[in-house]
């Protein structure tokens, strides 16, 4: 099973800024097999991201992502209100179990 | 507009079996895409448990497998999952979820419901 590591566990930013979350496969996905997820409190997990770079249906164009093999990145170019929430990475490159990653939780600082 | 709904028992006692349904409605399930459940403990974090064709094919996550059952109703549109012997450790809000067409990754989610598991 492959494990991924997000990180850091808890990111403190204010309005405006960039904000970059890692997530590391234990090992290779394949070259794009990667989507990121948003979870606000109370709320189902909304897809933002898939093969690792493409925006799902209606994401802004302030969130991007990147990477390939083992390591990933989501940046959220310039943070508004309704960005704070958990996101997680989910790797779909192998055979089941499609895993997910712990999860990074971005605050308001 | 595709819609899932999750519905079942919100507690269930240890050793005994958990089941739920998901409503789908807005599109055929008969028409394709995998249908799945997603599984989030309290504060923590997803846990993908296995996903069903229209067909009755699966993919089931190997550490549940053996406890797991999905099964699809075509002609009313659900599908649903059993989760026998239950623990505590199963505790948690179940999603149900629609497989992308493009890879096993999921794009459209019920708003979840809460599993207890207690005597």
């Known amino acids: 099973e492959i494990v991924l590591t997000q990180s850091p566990g808890t990111l403190s930013l204010s309005l405006g800024e960039r904000a970059t979350l890692s997530c590391r496969a234990s090992q290779s996905v394949g070259s794009s097999y990667l989507a990121w997820y948003q979870q606000k409190p109370g709320q189902a997990p909304r897809l933002l991201i898939y093969?690792?770079?493409s925006r799902a249906t209606g994401i802004p164009d302030r969130f991007s992502g990147s990477g390939s093999g083992t390591d990933f990145t989501l940046t959220i170019s310039r943070l508004e209100p309704e960005d704070f929430a958990v996101y997680y990475c989910q790797q779909y490159g192998s055979s089941p179990p499609y895993s997910f990653g712990q999860g990074t939780k971005l605050e308001i600082k | 507009q595709v819609q899932l709904q999750e519905s079942g028992p919100g507690l269930v006692k240890p050793s005994e079996t958990l089941s739920l349904t998901c409503a789908v409605s807005?599109?055929?399930?008969?028409?394709?895409?995998?249908w799945g459940w997603i599984r989030q403990p309290p504060g923590k974090g997803l846990e993908w448990i296995g996903s069903i064709y229209h067909s009755g094919s699966t993919y089931y996550n190997p550490s549940l497998k053996s406890r797991v059952t999905m099964s699809v109703d075509t002609s009313k549109n659900q599908f649903s999952l059993k989760l026998s012997s239950v623990t505590a450790a199963d505790t948690a809000v179940y999603y149900c979820?629609?497989?992308?067409?493009?890879?096993?990754?999921?794009?459209?989610w019920g708003r979840g419901t809460l599993v207890t598991v207690s005597s």
């Open positions: 979820a629609k497989r992308s067409g493009y890879g096993w990754y999921f794009d459209l």
């Open positions: 093969g690792a770079s």
């Open positions: 807005g599109y055929f399930i008969s028409s394709g895409y995998y």
